[in-house]
């Protein structure tokens, strides 16, 4: 069992949980770029019922190409980006490995959407890349 804490820049929100890691990943999409101003994306899954959360967060929901709804919580007092979630799995949360505490638990195991990556990304090659998401 993991357990990870972490927190927003301001401290208004924060988590914990408890639980099995059930994926990581590195998402190279233009959304995820749009959204965290930065190259990409990385998340650490775990299923919604094993994260605490406190505080208030605020939520953009999206449809993305797939059809699906993905949804991005953050602090509505300093914006930072904590998790994320698709309708498709309800049971599962994405949280934003910026936030985590226990940096040494972040292990990616996929990069996806590497067809839209900024060109001057470097990417980790022992882990499997995929041009969209598989299917």
Not at 13 to 25: L, N, P, R, Y
Not at 102 to 108: G, L, N, R, V
Request: with cysteine.
């Amino acid at each position: 069992m993991t357990t990870l804490t972490g927190q927003c820049l301001c401290g208004q929100v924060s988590f914990k949980a408890e639980g099995d890691i059930t994926m990581q990943g590195n998402c190279h999409c233009t959304d995820c770029q749009q959204v965290s101003g930065s190259a990409y994306a990385t998340l650490v899954f775990m299923r919604k019922d094993n994260v605490e959360i406190t505080g208030e967060t605020k939520r953009y929901a999206h449809e993305v190409d797939s059809g699906n709804t993905l949804s991005k919580d953050f602090c509505p007092n300093c914006g930072s980006q904590m998790f994320g979630g698709n309708a498709a799995r309800p049971g599962s949360i994405a949280i934003k490995a910026g936030c985590i505490d226990q940096k040494s638990e972040i292990k990616p195991q996929f990069n996806v959407y590497t067809s839209s990556k900024i060109p001057c990304t470097l990417m980790d090659e022992g882990i499997p890349g995929f041009d969209k998401m598989p299917g």
